[in-house]
């Protein structure tokens, strides 16, 4: 069948092979309880898996714009996705892009890419829930490209009134359910790998409820008529006051999403949020008709951050939660992911972010392996689940099972059994396989002292993933470098053989012990007492594919090098500056060497730091104090490389003392006595320290900077407005760098200050720190209205309150608050975050100045 030469329209033989295959396919049913279970064996099913966009919107006009073959590209990503063990695809169709304004379908390229998409997935066994319509626009992140689609001739919140809009619609559902895919010979609503059907995406649904349960029988009728048999579902995390219209429907599963930490932020979130996806809790639980239905996730995300921990939380708190179906949002393809602009908010990809694909790859198995509705401990005890452990100190997730071990970042955690073992995926090391480099790697046992090793190019991010995205803007740069590698597993013992596969098949050797070095590539390697390893070769068939099947993304074309460093804001007088490079360059760099902005062309004495290159691309040194003079340091970092030299941070050809190289950037630190107060926010900046968020989120505040005059310290000015008089105003900043900083001084500090004024707002405010566990810690204080104060507030008197979770979660419907069940004391040590809220009744256009926030 893989022979088969597969243009717009497949071959006869593959056609056959799955018009007969169909009926031995096991499906998917909802029995009367709401549980979706197999045809053949009634038992229950568990999925998870990924939504990917490839035939549609931007992610398809992209690869166009980089001349890729959309086929080759929905190749590369299926193996990938296979290869992370996913079960499961959602896709919602841009309707706009494959219907007419009256909703007839049209069979264009795009339909054509997802009949190809959808047979390169059932293929690999993954089973597909498609959602038929968006209902909007085709265009983010860019504008929308109008096609004449029925969704543009309708506002989203109206279309499921109009009658026109409704006709549309029944007529495109119909179109879709009897399309028959050019690769299957199959009807999507005759196709055993389709579980079922979501009529559209994220509906909005206004006016009388009436209406709403009208459009769902209408559809429900329609897609009846057009024949469908398998299970439809609908959205229910949206619009709750249309809840019963809902669960009185005649649909078989409900649809819900989970964004714990918002979206869209524009930069890369920092923190501990396992607090926030601890609970998952449905307040229409009790809705007649819910308990019958069944439960799927067809988007998640913990947007804005690239942390590995989070994601096997939110897949065991889904299953606590009952769910069945778990699908997160979006899986970036692979040949634009270096820019992540399809969705500046999410960024997934094996080859890109490493950590949390493999993160993902134990999430899926949380969702395989846990029963539904089994219930666990509250919060911090539910990061030891089972054979999992979640760590946001280690930025780890690790999967301990007797024949597999996964891992997302250098762990202690030994195999549970290293002579059952036989899968290892894992980023950094473990006790059984130490890595330099910074890519995903998998180990796979195919007989006794036989292993296929997958190695992965190394992964370094140089840009916020999360900032304004371009197709310009590398944030991710891939390099095929050679790096250590030592295998202990004593199936392969010492001095085993191995031979490479992909992409270089003549190359072979020894380990040297349990070490070898190795490029990216498939390789095999053989204990040295079994000679049956040299009778794997690249085309044996293995897991559908030929073992030496290898995707991975070309080498970034970057001449220069990149360096990646954050300078210290703060170092205590007289200490050692500890400073510590990222140098993502494809040739390694002769030296590193660092220079302060004292060293001059005229003089023959100028002093350097050469870094040591202590881990990949990592160079370490430090500046020693009793060199650094006045009240800051500024320095700058140049790279040699290839007879080549280039200084950052301006990142520019040249070295400082060249005489023809002009410096004017530098990285800054500023030195302060170790007695100074530890500043935590200041109001001389052009733009505020603070993030600022209300609960509930119809309210806000405007921001202004005051100054009285030029003598005076200036403020920022919040106003508020809201509806509720109990609206709560917070303001948020990170300060974990900060308190890193002062560490000599940070066991010494009492008192926690700040400075306020000019407020027509005269209630309480709370004060305090949000902990590395994600806990929070206040204490109450009142304002005088309308007086400059500096409020002392003893750091004795923080008691511990809910977290509140901010920015708001997504659906609405979520509590914002975490409530700590387990004590922990305050240590100021674990402080991470600054933060501040109103305590009280709020009036409306209220106004209340802060200014600078220290410790003392």
């Given at each position: 069948m893989r022979n088969c030469i597969l243009g717009f329209f497949a071959c006869f033989f593959c056609l056959s092979v799955f018009a007969q295959a169909d009926k031995n396919v096991p499906t998917i049913y909802v029995d009367k309880e709401g549980v979706m279970r197999w045809s053949d064996t009634k038992q229950e099913a568990s999925f998870f898996g990924v939504n990917y966009t490839t035939p549609f919107a931007?992610?398809?006009?992209?690869?166009?714009?980089?001349?890729?073959?959309?086929?080759?590209?929905?190749?590369?990503?299926?193996?990938?996705?296979?290869?992370?063990?996913?079960?499961?695809?959602?896709?919602?169709?841009?309707?706009?892009?494959?219907?007419?304004?009256?909703?007839?379908?049209?069979?264009?390229?795009?339909?054509?890419?997802?009949?190809?998409?959808?047979?390169?997935?059932?293929?690999?066994?993954?089973?597909?829930?498609?959602?038929?319509?968006?209902?909007?626009?085709?265009?983010?992140?860019?504008?929308?490209?109008?096609?004449?689609?029925?969704?543009?001739?309708?506002?989203?919140?109206?279309i499921h009134a109009n009658p026109q809009a409704i006709a549309a619609q029944k007529r495109y559902i119909t179109g879709l359910l009897r399309h028959v895919n050019s690769y299957t010979g199959l009807a999507y609503q005759d196709n055993p790998y389709v579980v079922g059907f979501e009529i559209n995406n994220e509906p909005c649904h206004t006016g009388e409820v009436g209406t709403t349960e009208r459009y769902i029988r209408e559809m429900l009728a329609a897609m009846k008529k057009a024949g469908n048999k398998k299970p439809v579902f609908y959205n229910v995390s949206h619009n709750m006051e249309h809840v019963s219209a809902y669960f009185k429907a005649d649909v078989q599963g409900t649809t819900y999403q989970w964004y714990p930490i918002g979206l869209v932020a524009g930069k890369e979130r920092k923190g501990n949020f396992l607090p926030y996806v601890a609970h998952y809790d449905i307040p229409f639980a009790n809705e007649k008709g819910f308990t019958n239905k069944a439960k799927a996730v067809y988007e998640y995300d913990p947007a804005d951050i690239t942390y590995s921990y989070i994601h096997p939380a939110m897949s065991r708190t889904f299953r606590a939660n009952g769910f069945q179906w778990i699908t997160q949002f979006a899986y970036d393809p692979l040949d634009i992911a270096a820019y992540n602009t399809e969705y500046q908010t999410h960024y997934l990809n094996l080859a890109y972010t490493p950590a949390k694909a493999i993160s993902m790859m134990i999430a899926a198995e949380t969702a395989y392996r846990t029963p539904r509705n089994q219930s666990f401990p509250a919060y911090p005890q539910d990061t030891l689940y089972g054979d999992?452990?979640?760590?946001?100190?280690?930025?780890?997730?690790?999967?301990?099972?007797?024949?597999?071990?996964?891992?997302?970042?250098?762990?202690?955690?030994?195999?549970?059994?290293?002579?059952?073992?036989?899968?290892?995926?894992?980023?950094?090391?473990?006790?059984?396989?130490?890595?330099?480099?910074?890519?995903?790697?998998?180990?796979?046992?195919?007989?006794?002292?036989?292993?296929?090793?997958?190695?992965?190019?190394?992964?370094?991010?140089?840009?916020?993933?999360?900032?304004?995205?371009?197709?310009?803007?590398?944030?991710?740069?891939?390099?095929?470098?050679?790096?250590?590698?030592?295998?202990?597993?004593?199936?392969?013992?010492?001095?085993?053989?191995?031979?490479?596969?992909?992409?270089?098949?003549?190359?072979?050797?020894?380990?040297?012990?349990?070490?070898?070095?190795?490029?990216?590539?498939?390789?095999?390697?053989?204990?040295?007492?079994?000679?049956?390893?040299?009778?794997?070769?690249?085309?044996?068939?293995?897991?559908?594919?030929?073992?030496?099947?290898?995707?991975?993304?070309?080498?970034?074309?970057?001449?220069?090098?990149?360096?990646?460093?954050?300078?210290?804001?703060?170092?205590?007088?007289?200490?050692?500056?500890?400073?510590?490079?990222?140098?993502?360059?494809?040739?390694?760099?002769?030296?590193?060497?660092?220079?302060?902005?004292?060293?001059?062309?005229?003089?023959?004495?100028?002093?350097?730091?050469?870094?040591?290159?202590?881990?990949?691309?990592?160079?370490?040194?430090?500046?020693?104090?009793?060199?650094?003079?006045?009240?800051?340091?500024?320095?700058?970092?140049?790279?040699?490389?290839?007879?080549?030299?280039?200084?950052?941070?301006?990142?520019?050809?040249?070295?400082?003392?060249?005489?023809?190289?002009?410096?004017?950037?530098?990285?800054?630190?500023?030195?302060?006595?170790?007695?100074?107060?530890?500043?935590?926010?200041?109001?001389?900046?052009?733009?505020?320290?603070?993030?600022?968020?209300?609960?509930?989120?119809?309210?806000?505040?405007?921001?202004?900077?005051?100054?009285?005059?030029?003598?005076?310290?200036?403020?920022?000015?919040?106003?508020?407005?809201?509806?509720?008089?109990?609206?709560?105003?917070?303001?948020?900043?990170?300060?974990?760098?900060?308190?890193?900083?002062r560490e000599y001084r940070i066991d010494e500090v009492k008192n926690l200050m700040i400075a306020v004024g000019n407020q027509s707002f005269d209630g309480k405010i709370q004060i305090g720190f949000v902990s590395s566990m994600g806990y929070t810690y206040v204490a109450t204080v009142e304002l005088e209205k309308g007086a400059q104060q500096t409020l002392r507030v003893p750091l004795e008197e923080l008691t511990l309150v809910p977290t509140?979770?901010?920015?708001?979660?997504?659906?609405?419907?979520?509590?914002?608050?975490?409530?700590?069940?387990?004590?922990?004391?305050?240590?100021?040590?674990?402080?991470?975050?600054?933060?501040?809220?109103?305590?009280?009744?709020?009036d409306q256009h209220a106004v209340i100045s802060i200014g600078a926030v220290w410790m003392e």
């Open positions: 931007h992610a398809y006009r992209a690869l166009q714009y980089k001349g890729i073959d959309h086929k080759a590209a929905i190749d590369r990503d299926v193996y990938h996705l296979v290869r992370l063990g996913f079960n499961a695809y959602r896709i919602h169709i841009w309707d706009v892009e494959i219907a007419d304004g009256e909703g007839n379908l049209l069979e264009n390229e795009h339909l054509e890419l997802l009949d190809y998409l959808l047979f390169r997935l059932q293929e690999n066994g993954v089973r597909i829930l498609i959602t038929a319509m968006t209902n909007f626009g085709n265009g983010y992140p860019e504008r929308n490209v109008q096609t004449g689609g029925f969704s543009y001739l309708y506002d989203k919140c109206q999992f452990m979640l760590s946001y100190g280690q930025d780890l997730a690790v999967m301990n099972v007797d024949t597999a071990f996964y891992y997302t970042n250098n762990t202690r955690v030994h195999p549970k059994s290293m002579q059952a073992l036989r899968k290892i995926a894992g980023h950094g090391s473990s006790p059984v396989v130490a890595y330099s480099g910074s890519g995903a790697y998998f180990l796979d046992k195919l007989q006794d002292g036989v292993w296929r090793l997958e190695v992965m190019p190394d992964a370094e991010t140089v840009n916020d993933p999360f900032a304004k995205p371009s197709l310009s803007r590398e944030v991710v740069q891939i390099l095929w470098s050679e790096n250590d590698l030592e295998i202990r597993l004593p199936d392969l013992g010492e001095d085993f053989s191995w031979k490479q596969l992909t992409p270089e098949s003549s190359t072979s050797g020894q380990a040297d012990g349990t070490a070898m070095t190795v490029t990216p590539g498939v390789y095999i390697l053989g204990r040295k007492d079994q000679p049956a390893w040299a009778e794997w070769n690249s085309s044996t068939v293995w897991n559908r594919y030929p073992l030496g099947h290898f995707v991975a993304p070309a080498a970034s074309e970057k001449p220069m090098p990149t360096v990646v460093h954050e300078s210290a804001r703060y170092q205590e007088r007289g200490s050692d500056l500890a400073i510590s490079f990222h140098v993502v360059s494809a040739v390694k760099p002769d030296s590193v060497i660092v220079q302060t902005d004292e060293v001059s062309f005229w003089r023959d004495d100028n002093t350097y730091i050469k870094l040591e290159n202590q881990a990949g691309y990592r160079y370490v040194g430090h500046i020693s104090g009793s060199t650094i003079q006045g009240d800051r340091i500024r320095y700058t970092a140049t790279v040699y490389v290839g007879g080549e030299k280039y200084t950052f941070p301006q990142g520019t050809s040249g070295a400082p003392l060249d005489w023809d190289t002009a410096v004017s950037t530098y990285w800054t630190t500023e030195l302060v006595d170790r007695t100074a107060p530890i500043a935590l926010a200041e109001s001389w900046s052009a733009q505020p320290a603070w993030e600022t968020y209300a609960i509930p989120e119809t309210a806000f505040s405007e921001v202004r900077k005051t100054q009285k005059d030029l003598v005076t310290v200036p403020m920022w000015s919040y106003t508020f407005a809201r509806h509720d008089s109990e609206t709560k105003f917070f303001w948020l900043k990170d300060i974990k760098q900060v308190i890193a900083e509140a979770l901010l920015p708001a979660p997504y659906p609405t419907f979520l509590e914002r608050y975490f409530v700590p069940v387990t004590p922990i004391p305050f240590a100021i040590r674990d402080s991470e975050k600054l933060i501040i809220s109103t305590d009280g009744a709020v």
